[in-house]
């Protein structure tokens, strides 16, 4: 199958390419930097006429739309950015779906559940009235009520994707990245960091993430949305505690505080459709994902 993959060069988006590739799809990558690679097309998906170049080049099938801008205080700081790559971007895909043909596969995040505290389950959203917390969290919201319009108007095949906390190798870190990437580096560089002690998640390795993505392709099921998480539900603590056991260290750069504002509180999420309809079956837990994490973030920034 041809396959375009947006945000092609990111922490999710490398790694779903390599596992595309492995099972013989013809893979074509967009992300806004350079890039040297037979099927790379450099491009940003905010411009249409960048995106539309892309796809008329890709002749794609399938997309799977992983471009975004990423994190609740990213969206504060650079909130126009983030309005134009995420919601923006989600249009100009959805206009060139409607006149090129091809099927899409959409990301959203945990976040949209913003303020509920009970079982994640997809459905949540239709049944409960959801105040979504932050600017990037809204993004992902008013992403999927495209879709979901898009769908209805136009006839287009969209599957939305909602993320639950995916970390690993690749993901470099920046102020703005996730807080396992975060907890490491930090570690690594003695640097002060605020873990917030009152919020659980469920935290899952990326290669257990990109292979129920890569399930998709070939069990597209359109208008489908799909809760894709782990199941280890643990506070933040804990895992920090699991990176400075690993690397001998201590916590004395460590400041704990209750709760961070406009977040999530809890996250207790349902992936039993993504069980059934995707095969997803995380197979690597906290005590090896988080050691493997380590030592490909110490390769890259100690010395």
Same mark, same amino acid.
């Given at each position: 199958?041809?396959?375009?993959?947006?945000?092609?060069?990111?922490?999710?988006?490398?790694?779903?390419?390599?596992?595309?590739?492995?099972?013989?799809?013809?893979?074509?990558?967009?992300?806004?930097?350079?890039?040297?690679?037979?099927?790379?097309?450099?491009?940003?998906?905010?411009?249409?006429?960048?995106?539309?170049?892309?796809?008329?080049?890709?002749?794609?099938?399938?997309?799977?739309?992983?471009?975004?801008?990423?994190?609740?205080?990213?969206?504060?700081?650079?909130?126009?950015?983030?309005?134009?790559?995420?919601?923006?971007?989600?249009?100009?895909?959805?206009?060139?779906? *409607? /006149?090129?043909?091809?099927?899409?596969?959409? +990301?959203? $995040?945990? %976040? =949209? !559940?913003?303020?509920?505290?009970?079982?994640?389950?997809?459905?949540?959203?239709?049944?409960?009235?959801?105040?979504?917390?932050?600017?990037?969290?809204?993004?992902?919201?008013?992403?999927?009520?495209?879709?979901?319009?898009?769908?209805?108007?136009?006839?287009?095949?969209?599957?939305?994707?909602?993320?639950?906390?995916?970390?690993?190798?690749?993901?470099?870190?920046?102020?703005?990245?996730?807080?396992?990437?975060?907890?490491?580096?930090?570690?690594?560089?003695?640097?002060?960091?605020?873990?917030?002690?009152?919020?659980?998640?469920?935290?899952?390795?990326?290669?257990?993430?990109? *292979? /129920?993505?890569?399930?998709?392709?070939?069990? +597209?099921? $359109?208008? %489908? =949305? !799909?809760?894709?998480?782990?199941?280890?539900?643990?506070?933040?603590?804990?895992?920090?505690?699991?990176?400075?056991?690993?690397?001998?260290?201590?916590?004395?750069?460590?400041?704990?505080?209750?709760?961070?504002?406009?977040?999530?509180?809890?996250?207790?999420?349902?992936?039993?459709?993504?069980r059934a309809h995707l095969d997803h079956n995380p197979t690597i837990?906290?005590?090896?994902?988080?050691?493997?994490?380590?030592?490909?973030?110490?390769?890259?920034?100690?010395?």
């Amino acid at each position: 199958m041809r396959i375009l993959v947006t945000g092609s060069r990111g922490a999710v988006g490398t790694h779903l390419v390599s596992e595309l590739d492995a099972r013989g799809h013809e893979v074509w990558r967009m992300d806004r930097g350079h890039h040297h690679e037979g099927t790379f097309v450099r491009g940003d998906v905010g411009e249409f006429r960048q995106f539309e170049r892309v796809v008329d080049e890709a002749r794609p099938e399938l997309v799977y739309h992983l471009a975004a801008e990423f994190g609740r205080r990213n969206g504060e700081d650079f909130y126009e950015t983030m309005w134009k790559s995420n919601a923006v971007a989600t249009k100009n895909l959805f206009t060139l779906q *409607r /006149t090129r043909g091809f099927r899409s596969i959409i +990301f959203s $995040s945990s %976040e =949209v !559940y913003g303020d509920y505290d009970g079982v994640m389950t997809e459905d949540v959203l239709e049944k409960s009235p959801i105040r979504q917390l932050n600017d990037y969290a809204i993004s992902k919201w008013v992403n999927e009520l495209q879709a979901m319009n898009a769908a209805d108007e136009w006839g287009l095949d969209i599957v939305r994707v909602r993320l639950f906390n995916t970390y690993g190798p690749g993901e470099r870190f920046s102020e703005y990245r996730s807080a396992i990437c975060k907890f490491i580096y930090k570690a690594i560089k003695n640097d002060p960091l605020t873990i917030y002690t009152g919020h659980r998640r469920t935290s899952t390795y990326v290669t257990d993430t990109v *292979r /129920t993505l890569a399930n998709i392709a070939d069990r +597209f099921k $359109s208008g %489908e =949305v !799909y809760n894709v998480g782990g199941e280890e539900l643990h506070d933040m603590k804990s895992v920090n505690d699991m990176i400075l056991d690993y690397m001998g260290l201590d916590d004395s750069h460590v400041t704990y505080s209750e709760s961070e504002p406009m977040t999530t509180k809890d996250k207790f999420v349902d992936c039993s459709k993504a069980r059934a309809h995707l095969d997803h079956n995380p197979t690597i837990p906290l005590e090896v994902g988080i050691p493997k994490t380590v030592d490909w973030m110490r390769s890259v920034y100690e010395g």
